[in-house]
């Protein structure tokens, strides 16, 4: 794994942050009624993230999640722009704004998504893993998926085939807490989901999700694990989430102090406290890196709004193939 390093804190500390403020600025928006539909907000775990990105070769790994999906594709190098702009649902957005707020998508960068439906990204992660074993890539498929989906039949049936097939994925289920607004205590009698691997003999743990070194340092052995042919790894974030569910979530499931106590152990925070201990930046170089951050979230945002809508016809474009329906002008 690649050292973690000065460069490696600031590059966190600036990364973080700008994902946490492009989201409390989809908040904003949100509720200006700029962005429509459901909105799923990362704040709390994005350590996650930043460890997995750390461990990571973005010159051909690849990464699939669920609907809370907007900071990935730009931890891999979409343009925020382009992510903000497909939440405004505009034409410059990454799926031509269309795909909204849970269906962000970049082949280019090695993003696939975005998934509505839960748990369903659990074996296309897979297939995508078979992909790469099939023409030897040497590649690696993060396939992350919440709580919940933890619960789906898909997973069992998807690790029994990854393990049969010896596929190149990493299962990495995110559990922050709460299945929408029901705890992880309820939906079993256990606990500790990283188990679940246990029964397929794969090689499986928790990890704690709220520290980027921790979250790299496993992410690498288990994606080196699957890259040399062993198999799949089924890891275990323990993370949380600062907001609700959603946007439209009132969250009388959890309490203030709850939240109040996690955000102590907040990875931002973390991050900030390693730089200011070892002097990696004074306070104006801090500073400097939040302003460079508000203003960067603020272009984003003047960016969708200066942004036209697609042609209503685009719809049909991506539904019918025009050659058989000569009536469809218009083409992506």
Known sequence: MKKITKKTYLDWYKDMLFWRKFEDKLAAVYIQQKVRGFLHLYNGQEAVLAGALHALDLSKDKMITAYRNHVQPIGMGVDPKRVMAELFGKETGTSHGLGGSMHIFSKEKGF????????????????????????????????????????????????????????????????????????VARTANHEE?????????????????????????????????????????????KTYRYRGHSMSDAQHYRTKDEVAEYKMIDPIKQVLEVIQSKKYASEDEINAINQTVKEEVLACVKFAEESPYPDKNLMYDVVYEQDNYPFIKHRI
């Open 112 to 183: 696939y998504g975005g998934h509505g439906i839960v748990g369903g990204q659990i074996p296309l992660g897979a297939g995508i893993a078979f992909a790469d074993k099939y023409f030897d890539r040497k590649a690696v498929t993060l396939t992350f998926f919440g709580d919940g989906a933890a619960r789906q039949g898909v997973l069992h049936e998807t690790f029994n085939m990854a393990m049969n097939w010896k596929l190149p994925v990493v299962f990495i289920v995110e559990n922050n807490g709460y299945a929408m607004g029901t705890s």
């Open 193 to 237: 989901i990283w188990k679940l691997g246990l029964a397929y003999e794969m090689p499986s743990k928790s990890v704690d999700g709220m520290n980027p070194v921790k979250v790299a340092e496993a992410i690498y052995e288990a994606a080196e694990h699957a890259r040399s042919g062993k198999g799949p790894v089924f890891l275990e974030m």
